[in-house]
Protein backbone atom coordinates (compact mmCIF):
# COMPACT_ATOMS: atom_id res chain seq x y z
CA UNK A 1 0.00 0.00 0.00
CA UNK A 2 1.28 3.59 -0.77
CA UNK A 3 1.65 5.72 2.50
CA UNK A 4 0.65 9.28 3.46
CA UNK A 5 -0.93 10.82 0.32
CA UNK A 6 -3.04 12.92 2.59
CA UNK A 7 -6.00 13.70 4.03
CA UNK A 8 -9.64 13.10 3.12
CA UNK A 9 -13.16 13.94 4.87
CA UNK A 10 -16.43 12.87 4.26
CA UNK A 11 -19.64 14.18 4.82
CA UNK A 12 -23.28 13.77 4.20
CA UNK A 13 -25.40 16.84 4.06
CA UNK A 14 -28.73 17.97 4.05
CA UNK A 15 -31.83 15.69 3.72
CA UNK A 16 -30.96 12.00 3.74
CA UNK A 17 -30.77 9.05 1.32
CA UNK A 18 -30.63 5.24 1.34
CA UNK A 19 -27.43 4.59 -0.17
CA UNK A 20 -25.71 7.62 1.41
CA UNK A 21 -23.90 4.73 3.59
CA UNK A 22 -22.66 2.68 0.62
CA UNK A 23 -21.41 5.85 -0.77
CA UNK A 24 -18.90 6.72 2.91
CA UNK A 25 -17.69 3.17 2.54
CA UNK A 26 -16.32 3.50 -0.76
CA UNK A 27 -14.71 6.04 -0.03
CA UNK A 28 -13.41 5.06 3.00
CA UNK A 29 -12.02 2.06 1.71
CA UNK A 30 -10.70 3.46 -1.58
CA UNK A 31 -9.08 5.89 0.44
CA UNK A 32 -7.24 4.02 2.88
CA UNK A 33 -6.51 1.19 0.02
CA UNK A 34 -5.13 3.97 -2.27
CA UNK A 35 -3.09 5.78 0.70
CA UNK A 36 -4.99 8.53 1.72
CA UNK A 37 -6.42 9.36 5.82
CA UNK A 38 -10.02 9.25 5.67
CA UNK A 39 -12.09 11.29 8.23
CA UNK A 40 -15.81 10.80 8.47
CA UNK A 41 -17.43 14.65 9.35
CA UNK A 42 -20.34 14.11 11.54
CA UNK A 43 -23.22 16.05 11.19
CA UNK A 44 -22.98 17.79 7.55
CA UNK A 45 -21.23 21.46 7.88
CA UNK A 46 -21.82 21.64 11.40
CA UNK A 47 -19.49 18.66 11.74
CA UNK A 48 -16.58 21.05 10.08
CA UNK A 49 -17.55 23.90 12.07
CA UNK A 50 -17.12 22.02 15.13
CA UNK A 51 -14.36 19.74 14.90
CA UNK A 52 -16.58 16.45 14.81
CA UNK A 53 -14.57 14.89 12.93
CA UNK A 54 -12.84 11.27 13.20
CA UNK A 55 -10.28 9.12 11.25
CA UNK A 56 -12.15 6.31 9.85
CA UNK A 57 -10.88 2.57 9.50
CA UNK A 58 -11.71 -0.30 6.91
CA UNK A 59 -13.61 -1.49 9.32
CA UNK A 60 -15.61 1.49 10.50
CA UNK A 61 -17.57 1.43 7.60
CA UNK A 62 -18.72 -2.77 8.03
CA UNK A 63 -22.20 -3.30 8.79
CA UNK A 64 -23.41 -0.04 6.82
CA UNK A 65 -24.15 -0.53 3.31
CA UNK A 66 -27.32 -2.32 3.75
CA UNK A 67 -28.85 0.80 6.16
CA UNK A 68 -30.80 3.13 5.04
CA UNK A 69 -30.39 6.74 6.55
CA UNK A 70 -26.61 8.05 7.20
CA UNK A 71 -24.98 6.55 10.40
CA UNK A 72 -22.18 10.60 10.27
CA UNK A 73 -25.69 11.80 10.81
CA UNK A 74 -26.68 14.75 8.83
CA UNK A 75 -27.97 18.55 8.77
CA UNK A 76 -28.84 21.61 7.43
CA UNK A 77 -26.57 23.73 9.00
CA UNK A 78 -27.36 27.54 9.10
CA UNK A 79 -23.99 28.85 10.48
CA UNK A 80 -22.43 27.45 7.41
CA UNK A 81 -24.94 29.08 5.32
CA UNK A 82 -23.02 31.90 6.40
CA UNK A 83 -19.85 33.60 4.26
CA UNK A 84 -18.42 33.93 7.92
CA UNK A 85 -19.63 30.19 8.80
CA UNK A 86 -17.57 29.10 5.10
CA UNK A 87 -14.64 31.07 5.26
CA UNK A 88 -14.64 29.72 9.47
CA UNK A 89 -14.83 25.78 7.63
CA UNK A 90 -12.21 26.72 5.25
CA UNK A 91 -9.91 27.87 7.89
CA UNK A 92 -10.53 24.51 9.89
CA UNK A 93 -9.85 21.90 7.12
CA UNK A 94 -6.51 24.34 6.64
CA UNK A 95 -5.78 23.84 10.20
CA UNK A 96 -6.48 20.32 10.34
CA UNK A 97 -4.93 19.69 6.91
CA UNK A 98 -7.64 18.42 5.43
CA UNK A 99 -6.86 18.35 1.63
CA UNK A 100 -9.89 17.33 -0.10
CA UNK A 101 -13.68 17.52 1.26
CA UNK A 102 -16.17 14.79 0.07
CA UNK A 103 -19.49 15.61 0.09
CA UNK A 104 -22.62 13.78 -0.18
CA UNK A 105 -25.45 15.28 -0.85
CA UNK A 106 -28.13 17.53 -2.78
CA UNK A 107 -27.89 20.59 -4.65
CA UNK A 108 -27.89 22.74 -1.28
CA UNK A 109 -24.86 20.74 -0.25
CA UNK A 110 -23.47 21.18 -3.39
CA UNK A 111 -23.95 24.70 -3.29
CA UNK A 112 -22.15 25.13 0.12
CA UNK A 113 -19.32 22.87 -1.76
CA UNK A 114 -19.10 25.27 -4.29
CA UNK A 115 -19.01 28.28 -1.98
CA UNK A 116 -16.11 26.78 -0.03
CA UNK A 117 -13.96 25.30 -2.77
CA UNK A 118 -13.58 29.54 -3.14
CA UNK A 119 -12.01 29.78 0.19
CA UNK A 120 -9.32 27.19 -1.29
CA UNK A 121 -10.95 23.88 0.10
CA UNK A 122 -11.05 21.08 -3.10
CA UNK A 123 -14.59 19.47 -3.20
CA UNK A 124 -15.44 16.99 -4.60
CA UNK A 125 -19.23 16.00 -4.38
CA UNK A 126 -21.37 12.51 -4.82
CA UNK A 127 -24.84 13.49 -5.49
CA UNK A 128 -27.03 12.00 -2.39
CA UNK A 129 -31.11 12.63 -2.94
CA UNK A 130 -34.26 10.92 -3.28
CA UNK A 131 -35.74 14.23 -5.15
CA UNK A 132 -33.43 13.21 -8.76
CA UNK A 133 -33.27 16.97 -9.19
CA UNK A 134 -29.37 17.75 -9.84
CA UNK A 135 -29.11 18.59 -13.19
CA UNK A 136 -25.69 17.17 -14.34
CA UNK A 137 -26.59 14.19 -13.59
CA UNK A 138 -29.28 11.25 -14.43
CA UNK A 139 -28.88 9.30 -11.05
CA UNK A 140 -28.97 10.70 -7.45
CA UNK A 141 -28.26 8.49 -4.56
CA UNK A 142 -31.85 7.02 -2.88
CA UNK A 143 -34.05 7.70 -5.91
CA UNK A 144 -34.40 4.21 -6.64
CA UNK A 145 -34.99 3.09 -3.24
CA UNK A 146 -37.54 5.55 -2.26
CA UNK A 147 -39.62 5.33 -5.68
CA UNK A 148 -39.66 1.63 -5.04
CA UNK A 149 -41.00 2.24 -1.12
CA UNK A 150 -43.36 5.28 -2.39
CA UNK A 151 -44.40 2.34 -5.47
CA UNK A 152 -45.60 -0.15 -2.36
CA UNK A 153 -46.98 1.95 -0.46
CA UNK A 154 -49.32 3.13 -3.20
CA UNK A 155 -49.93 -0.22 -4.07
CA UNK A 156 -51.72 -0.91 -0.47
CA UNK A 157 -53.64 2.38 -0.77
CA UNK A 158 -54.70 0.94 -4.36
CA UNK A 159 -56.27 -1.95 -2.31
CA UNK A 160 -58.48 -0.10 0.37
CA UNK A 161 -59.26 2.59 -2.21
CA UNK A 162 -60.79 -0.03 -4.08
CA UNK A 163 -62.53 -2.01 -1.60
CA UNK A 164 -63.89 1.04 -0.85
CA UNK A 165 -64.65 2.59 -3.94
CA UNK A 166 -63.03 5.76 -2.82
CA UNK A 167 -60.32 8.43 -5.26
CA UNK A 168 -57.26 8.36 -3.36
CA UNK A 169 -55.06 11.61 -3.39
CA UNK A 170 -51.35 10.65 -2.51
CA UNK A 171 -48.92 13.28 -2.36
CA UNK A 172 -44.94 11.98 -2.68
CA UNK A 173 -41.98 13.96 -1.56
CA UNK A 174 -39.83 15.35 -4.47
CA UNK A 175 -39.96 19.40 -2.72
CA UNK A 176 -40.39 21.13 -6.36
CA UNK A 177 -39.62 18.11 -8.70
CA UNK A 178 -41.65 15.46 -9.93
CA UNK A 179 -39.52 12.46 -10.84
CA UNK A 180 -40.94 10.32 -7.47
CA UNK A 181 -44.30 11.79 -8.66
CA UNK A 182 -43.66 10.80 -12.58
CA UNK A 183 -42.44 7.55 -11.67
CA UNK A 184 -44.75 6.50 -9.19
CA UNK A 185 -47.39 7.58 -11.96
CA UNK A 186 -46.24 4.96 -14.23
CA UNK A 187 -45.36 1.95 -12.08
CA UNK A 188 -48.29 2.19 -10.03
CA UNK A 189 -50.76 3.09 -13.08
CA UNK A 190 -52.19 6.17 -11.77
CA UNK A 191 -55.12 7.54 -13.02
CA UNK A 192 -53.54 11.41 -12.83
CA UNK A 193 -49.98 12.71 -12.18
CA UNK A 194 -49.76 16.52 -10.55
CA UNK A 195 -46.82 17.79 -11.05
CA UNK A 196 -45.78 21.35 -10.55
CA UNK A 197 -43.30 21.54 -13.69
CA UNK A 198 -46.89 20.54 -15.54
CA UNK A 199 -49.18 22.17 -13.50
CA UNK A 200 -51.61 25.17 -13.93
CA UNK A 201 -53.82 25.79 -11.10
CA UNK A 202 -56.55 27.82 -13.24
CA UNK A 203 -57.55 24.92 -15.24
CA UNK A 204 -55.76 21.93 -14.37
CA UNK A 205 -58.08 21.35 -10.89
CA UNK A 206 -61.92 21.58 -13.22
CA UNK A 207 -59.64 19.13 -15.78
CA UNK A 208 -59.26 16.61 -13.07
CA UNK A 209 -62.40 16.48 -11.48
CA UNK A 210 -63.91 15.66 -15.18
CA UNK A 211 -61.53 13.25 -15.22
CA UNK A 212 -62.69 11.26 -12.32
CA UNK A 213 -66.16 11.95 -12.35
CA UNK A 214 -65.65 10.53 -16.12
CA UNK A 215 -63.53 7.75 -15.32
CA UNK A 216 -66.45 7.20 -12.48
CA UNK A 217 -69.37 6.95 -14.75
CA UNK A 218 -67.40 4.36 -17.41
CA UNK A 219 -67.71 2.24 -14.32
CA UNK A 220 -63.97 2.45 -12.66
CA UNK A 221 -64.49 1.89 -8.65
CA UNK A 222 -61.51 3.65 -7.75
CA UNK A 223 -58.74 6.41 -8.75
CA UNK A 224 -55.67 6.86 -7.73
CA UNK A 225 -54.36 10.44 -8.07
CA UNK A 226 -50.50 10.94 -7.39
CA UNK A 227 -49.83 14.49 -6.14
CA UNK A 228 -46.33 15.70 -6.23
CA UNK A 229 -44.99 17.53 -2.86
CA UNK A 230 -44.48 20.73 -5.25
CA UNK A 231 -48.43 20.88 -6.34
CA UNK A 232 -49.19 19.88 -2.61
CA UNK A 233 -52.55 20.69 -0.71
CA UNK A 234 -53.58 17.24 -1.12
CA UNK A 235 -56.12 17.23 2.27
CA UNK A 236 -57.67 20.54 0.02
CA UNK A 237 -57.41 18.64 -3.25
CA UNK A 238 -59.40 15.34 -1.80
CA UNK A 239 -61.80 17.60 -0.30
CA UNK A 240 -62.65 19.49 -3.38
CA UNK A 241 -62.80 16.61 -5.45
CA UNK A 242 -65.26 14.71 -3.01
CA UNK A 243 -67.27 17.71 -3.07
CA UNK A 244 -67.77 18.35 -6.71
CA UNK A 245 -68.06 14.62 -7.72
CA UNK A 246 -69.88 13.18 -4.64
CA UNK A 247 -67.22 10.28 -4.41
CA UNK A 248 -65.56 9.78 -1.34
CA UNK A 249 -61.82 11.22 -1.47
CA UNK A 250 -58.85 10.03 1.68
CA UNK A 251 -55.46 11.67 0.97
CA UNK A 252 -52.65 10.58 2.11
CA UNK A 253 -49.29 12.06 2.38
CA UNK A 254 -46.91 9.42 2.26
CA UNK A 255 -44.05 12.16 3.85
CA UNK A 256 -40.38 10.61 5.60
CA UNK A 257 -41.20 6.99 5.27
CA UNK A 258 -40.05 7.71 1.77
CA UNK A 259 -36.16 8.49 2.90
CA UNK A 260 -35.72 5.45 4.97
CA UNK A 261 -35.51 1.56 4.03
CA UNK A 262 -32.59 -0.41 3.20
CA UNK A 263 -31.31 0.57 0.21
CA UNK A 264 -32.13 -1.07 -3.49
CA UNK A 265 -29.49 -3.05 -5.03
CA UNK A 266 -29.03 -0.33 -7.51
CA UNK A 267 -28.69 2.40 -4.91
CA UNK A 268 -25.97 0.50 -2.97
CA UNK A 269 -24.23 -0.17 -6.16
CA UNK A 270 -24.23 3.03 -8.03
CA UNK A 271 -23.08 4.93 -4.60
CA UNK A 272 -20.64 2.43 -4.42
CA UNK A 273 -19.06 2.94 -7.85
CA UNK A 274 -19.50 6.85 -7.27
CA UNK A 275 -17.48 6.52 -3.75
CA UNK A 276 -14.71 4.64 -5.58
CA UNK A 277 -14.72 6.68 -8.29
CA UNK A 278 -14.38 10.36 -6.12
CA UNK A 279 -11.28 8.97 -4.83
CA UNK A 280 -10.11 7.91 -8.24
CA UNK A 281 -10.27 11.48 -9.39
CA UNK A 282 -8.64 12.57 -5.70
CA UNK A 283 -5.90 10.72 -6.53
CA UNK A 284 -5.85 11.88 -10.22
CA UNK A 285 -5.42 15.11 -8.90
CA UNK A 286 -8.76 16.72 -9.99
CA UNK A 287 -10.01 19.63 -8.20
CA UNK A 288 -13.55 20.89 -7.43
CA UNK A 289 -15.41 18.04 -9.36
CA UNK A 290 -18.88 16.89 -9.11
CA UNK A 291 -19.39 13.10 -9.78
CA UNK A 292 -22.56 11.38 -11.62
CA UNK A 293 -23.79 9.34 -13.93
CA UNK A 294 -24.41 10.24 -17.57
CA UNK A 295 -25.99 7.71 -20.16
CA UNK A 296 -25.20 4.93 -17.61
CA UNK A 297 -21.31 6.16 -17.13
CA UNK A 298 -19.71 7.13 -14.10
CA UNK A 299 -18.09 10.31 -14.49
CA UNK A 300 -17.15 13.60 -13.72
CA UNK A 301 -17.81 17.50 -14.20
CA UNK A 302 -16.49 20.66 -12.95
CA UNK A 303 -18.51 22.36 -9.80
CA UNK A 304 -18.98 25.76 -11.65
CA UNK A 305 -19.89 24.42 -14.77
CA UNK A 306 -22.48 21.42 -13.14
CA UNK A 307 -24.32 24.60 -11.83
CA UNK A 308 -24.56 25.53 -15.06
CA UNK A 309 -27.31 22.96 -16.37
CA UNK A 310 -30.94 22.86 -16.39
CA UNK A 311 -33.32 19.95 -15.87
CA UNK A 312 -36.71 19.25 -16.84
CA UNK A 313 -39.25 16.07 -16.72
CA UNK A 314 -38.77 13.79 -19.48
CA UNK A 315 -41.50 14.61 -22.26
CA UNK A 316 -41.93 11.27 -23.80
CA UNK A 317 -42.21 9.60 -19.97
CA UNK A 318 -44.82 12.39 -19.17
CA UNK A 319 -47.09 11.44 -22.32
CA UNK A 320 -46.80 8.07 -21.54
CA UNK A 321 -48.02 8.07 -17.69
CA UNK A 322 -50.81 9.99 -20.10
CA UNK A 323 -51.62 7.30 -22.02
CA UNK A 324 -51.48 4.92 -20.09
CA UNK A 325 -53.26 6.07 -16.61
CA UNK A 326 -55.54 8.93 -18.47
CA UNK A 327 -58.80 7.89 -20.84
CA UNK A 328 -57.98 10.52 -23.61
CA UNK A 329 -61.60 10.08 -24.83
CA UNK A 330 -62.55 12.53 -22.32
CA UNK A 331 -62.17 15.64 -24.38
CA UNK A 332 -65.22 17.69 -23.79
CA UNK A 333 -65.93 19.18 -20.42
O1 LIG B 1 -34.69 16.71 -0.47
C1 LIG B 1 -35.23 15.56 0.09
C2 LIG B 1 -36.55 15.87 0.74
O2 LIG B 1 -37.06 14.69 1.32
C3 LIG B 1 -37.60 16.51 -0.15
O3 LIG B 1 -38.25 15.58 -0.98
C4 LIG B 1 -38.49 17.17 0.85
O4 LIG B 1 -39.13 18.29 0.28
C5 LIG B 1 -37.52 17.63 1.92
O5 LIG B 1 -36.36 16.81 1.78
C6 LIG B 1 -38.04 17.49 3.33
O6 LIG B 1 -37.10 18.04 4.18
P1 LIG B 1 -37.07 17.82 5.78
O7 LIG B 1 -36.49 16.47 6.03
O8 LIG B 1 -36.18 18.90 6.26
O9 LIG B 1 -38.47 17.91 6.25
Not at 42 to 60: A, H, P
Not at 182 to 209: P, V
Not at 212 to 218: D, G, L, P, S, V
Request: net charge negative.
Amino acid sequence: MIEGKGKIAVLTSGGDAPGMNAAIRAVVRTGITKGYEVYGVRRGYNGILNKEIELMTFQDVSEKLQHGGTFLFTARSAEFNEDAGKQKAAAICKELGIDTLVVIGGDGSFKGARDLSKYGVNIIGIPGTIDLDIAYTDYTIGFDTAVNTAMEAIDRLRETSNSHERCSVVEVMGRSAGYIALWCGIANGAEAILLQEKFDSETDYDRLIHLIRKNREAGMTHQVIINAEGVGHSNSLAKRIEEATGIETRATILGHLQRGGSPTARDRVYASIMGAYAVDIIDQGKKNRLVGYKDDKVYDIDVDEAFQMQKSIDEYQYEVAHILGTRSDYKEQ
